[in-house]
């Protein structure tokens, strides 16, 4: 989503269009986004601010795929979240009890509030046999006054006060990719993952065995794809190049 469809809540050029071609043609598509802030009803509505409408049957984010990794680990499950009302929500949905006491998993989200007591009682309860689980490896995301730290950074703070890893659902894990290629029965031969990042779009996508396809409109540059040890099967200026294609 960002870098690819939108840059700081604009549309990127081309991206209204190669929706409304994939809508005409009548093509299967997932808009992803390690972002766990937003449900996808509200993130469809600040998508359609920035004049790309996107329903939200066609968003998938790494808070969704959390839920549905956890559902299936330990179904009716205990946890203590840490993020917003994405994240929440999904767990909810997915039939989690939220708790802090004696959780089955600690999960780490995105937020623009982390508090200090909830970052500790998260180490504790990890210390005490809580699963760690963070959705996104992110370590800054992005805003108009510069980065701000991120899931990431949080979760390597957690990390070194307890000696635990979390387990990262959202990409590169390829498996982010496969629960969205499920929603829409999509096979690999026949689906493209179409991203900006070679760290975490490219590789997750290759992984799961998609024609992965690098736009140059976000974070990534022609000049870093050489300090990868593995390529996109193509590299294009941005999504408007598509068009033509579809």
């Known amino acids: 989503m960002d870098g ?6 604009q549309a990127v050029p081309g991206a209204v269009e190669l929706l409304q071609r994939w809508v ?11 972002n766990s802030i937003y449900t996808p009803r509200d993130l469809s509505a600040r998508l359609r601010g920035s004049g790309l409408e996107i329903p939200e049957e066609n968003l998938w984010t790494s808070a969704l795929a959390t839920a549905q990794f956890l559902k299936g680990q330990m179904p009716h499950g205990k946890a203590f979240v840490i993020g917003e009302a994405g994240l929440t929500t999904a767990l909810h949905e997915a039939g989690f009890i939220l708790t802090d006491q004696n959780p089955d998993y600690v999960v780490l989200g995105e937020t623009r509030t982390y508090s200090f007591e909830a970052i500790t009682k998260a180490i504790r309860l990890i210390a005490d046999g809580a699963r760690f689980i963070a959705t ?3 370590a800054t995301g992005p805003s108009k ?11 390597a703070l957690i990390s070194k006060a307890t000696n635990r890893d979390p387990y990262i659902v959202g990409k590169p894990n390829p498996m982010m990719f496969r629960s969205a290629m499920n929603r829409i029965e999509a096979h690999s031969e026949t689906t493209a993952m179409i991203g900006d990042r070679m760290d975490t779009d490219i590789i ?6 998609l024609h992965t396809v690098l736009v140059l409109t976000g974070i990534t540059q022609p000049e870093d794809v050489n300090a990868y040890p593995f390529r996109p099967d193509e590299i294009l200026n941005s999504v408007a190049d598509l068009i033509p294609r579809i």
């Not at 997750?204 to 065995?209: D, P, Y």
């Open 4 to 9: 690819v469809l939108v840059h700081e809540n």
């Open 24 to 34: 005409d043609t009548s093509k299967r598509f997932l808009v992803l986004t390690n």
């Open 136 to 138: 996104n490896p992110d």
């Open 145 to 155: 006054e510069g980065p701000l730290p991120a899931t990431g950074a949080i979760a």
């Open 204 to 209: 997750a996508g290759m992984e799961a065995g």
